[in-house]
């Protein structure tokens, strides 16, 4: 299962953002899909993660100015991220878990978008 992220880039104080990441490559079943982030000289964390329900879980510093979605059929998730602070700076990791075709339970990670706030 591989997961390729895009939509990072350099944004002023207030702006917006929107972060994509698909998946493909033998996939039976997505469960969780989510975003983390690791910023300089911190460890990852998790910014919000959206259950094969949909239900949503958000870190506390980004409740209200992010938004976690996914689109099942395109087997995407996404980041929307409005109200942007510097200290959103950081790399953005997408994380899908499920089971693959091989019947194997998989948890992986994107390649990291870097996403920079900034005037």
């Known amino acids: 299962v591989q997961l390729q992220a895009c939509g990072g880039g350099l944004v002023q104080p207030g702006g917006s953002l929107r972060l994509s990441c698909a998946a493909s490559?033998?996939?039976?079943?997505?469960?969780?899909m989510g975003w983390y982030r690791q910023a300089p000289g911190k460890q990852r964390e998790l910014v919000a993660v959206?259950?094969?329900?949909?239900?949503?879980n958000y870190a506390d510093s980004v409740k209200g100015r992010l938004t976690i979605s996914r689109d099942n059929a395109k087997k995407m998730v996404y980041l929307q991220m409005n109200s942007l602070k510097p200290e959103d700076t950081a790399v953005y990791y997408c994380?899908?878990?499920?089971?693959?075709?091989?019947?194997?339970?998989?948890?992986?990670w994107g390649q990291g978008t870097l996403v920079t706030v900034s005037s």
């Open positions: 994380n899908v878990r499920g089971l693959a075709t091989s019947w194997r339970e998989y948890n992986n």
């Open positions: 490559g033998g996939i039976f079943s997505i469960n969780a």
């Open positions: 959206i259950t094969s329900g949909t239900s949503t």
